[in-house]
């Protein structure tokens, strides 16, 4: 083997360095193979160790993150969820506060008006509201460069449409939102509106208006 490697070394003897330092690396690694696979089979338990120690330092400092974003994402959902509901509470709870990263996730919420439930027991309308009050917490925590929402405010009557206008116009400093709607309202606070018209039977025409 090793009369092969240096006739091989001889051959190569025109080579440039750099590839020449690359063979003899790698021919090093090739010749330690064997050091590492008696490793591994005597004392395994070592690299274990190792491995097991890095993932719980790892897990324990993700622990201490999600706790950190969990509370100030609940915090945020409170407050989107009051102003979008015009009243109300609602939160986030984990179904495991032993074992964070695994738990999962229920959400509560109390219209105005009505007993603390889950949202699973909410009308349509409301649920649609308790998504986007929980998206805008999500929003305010990490905000996107765009967002694009498509019939979002299908399911809502005026005086939340309102609500959800005024919601949309606190984070456009911040995020670009690209909306489909049909609602008049939500329209009206577009600075650009793209649209398709039929003019004739069986002919679309993509038209554009400039609003700000």
């Not at 080579?15 to 021919?27: C, H, I, L, N, Y």
């Not at 160790?49 to 897990?59: I, L, S, Y």
């Not at 609940?74 to 109300?88: A, D, K, Q, R, V």
């Not at 009308?123 to 990490?142: D, H, I, Q, V």
């Amino acid at each position: 083997m090793a009369a092969t490697r240096e006739a091989a070394k001889t051959s190569r003897g025109d080579e440039p360095t750099g590839q020449a330092d690359v063979r003899e690396q790698k021919s090093r690694v090739i010749d330690s193979l064997p050091d590492f696979q008696e490793f591994f089979a005597n004392d395994g338990s070592g690299f274990a160790w190792v491995h097991w120690a890095g993932d719980a330092a790892q897990e324990e400092e993700l622990a201490q993150r999600f706790h950190e974003a969990f509370g100030t994402i609940n915090e945020y959902f409170g407050t989107t969820f009051s102003t979008l509901f015009g009243g109300g509470r609602a939160g986030l709870v984990l179904l495991d506060a032993e074992d964070e990263l695994e738990s999962g996730i229920d959400i509560i919420a109390q219209p105005p008006g009505k007993r603390l439930q889950s949202v699973q027991l909410l009308s349509g309308g409301e649920k649609a509201l308790t998504a986007m009050a929980l998206m805008f917490a999500l929003f305010r925590y990490r905000p996107s460069p765009f967002c694009l929402l498509d019939e979002i405010d299908a399911p809502l009557d005026d005086a939340n449409i309102a609500r959800f206008v005024e919601m949309l116009r606190g984070m456009q400093d911040q995020t670009q939102f690209i909306l489909i709607t049909h609602h008049r309202k939500t329209m009206e606070i577009a600075d650009r509106l793209y649209g398709v018209t039929m003019e004739e039977p069986g002919v679309s025409k993509l038209i554009s208006l400039q609003l700000h």
